[in-house]
């Protein structure tokens, strides 16, 4: 596929940032640099946009978080095994107005951390 060069409006169109802070971007390296075209005038490659696009996204999917009464089901086990972590604090959970909420990553380390206790309730 050829490469594209893409012009401000569209890129501003594309990221949802604004002006301001797409430059702001450039300027500390967190956002690809623009190629000149003339004398007044410049583009950034379709490629490398597209590319920090889908790692904006890769980082908040990771970051995500889920309802903790959902947690016990993503990693095996029965609410009445998990509450005793939640209330030590062992498993980390924050609230969100009058939800309780687990970020997916600190669920699936601490999975990781007693995989073994989980397992043995499966069987």
């Given at each position: 596929m050829a490469k594209r060069i893409i012009r401000l409006i569209k890129v501003l169109g594309r990221t949802g940032l604004s002006r301001s802070s797409l430059y702001a971007g450039v300027?500390?390296?967190?956002?690809?640099?623009?190629?000149?075209?003339?004398?007044?005038?410049?583009?950034?490659?379709?490629?490398?946009v597209d590319a920090w696009i889908e790692a904006r996204i890769a980082e908040a999917e990771a970051h995500a978080s889920m309802h903790i009464d959902k947690a016990p089901e993503e990693i095996?086990?029965?609410?009445?095994?998990?509450q005793p972590f939640i209330e030590s604090g062992e498993l980390l959970t924050f609230k969100v107005g009058r939800h309780k909420l687990v970020k997916k990553t600190v669920l699936a380390v601490f999975s990781k951390k007693h995989a073994a206790a989980f397992q043995a309730d499966a069987a």
């Amino acid at each position: 596929m050829a490469k594209r060069i893409i012009r401000l409006i569209k890129v501003l169109g594309r990221t949802g940032l604004s002006r301001s802070s797409l430059y702001a971007g450039v300027a500390d390296g967190t956002f690809p640099a623009q190629i000149p075209l003339g004398a007044r005038a410049v583009g950034w490659n379709e490629d490398e946009v597209d590319a920090w696009i889908e790692a904006r996204i890769a980082e908040a999917e990771a970051h995500a978080s889920m309802h903790i009464d959902k947690a016990p089901e993503e990693i095996g086990t029965t609410p009445e095994k998990l509450q005793p972590f939640i209330e030590s604090g062992e498993l980390l959970t924050f609230k969100v107005g009058r939800h309780k909420l687990v970020k997916k990553t600190v669920l699936a380390v601490f999975s990781k951390k007693h995989a073994a206790a989980f397992q043995a309730d499966a069987a």
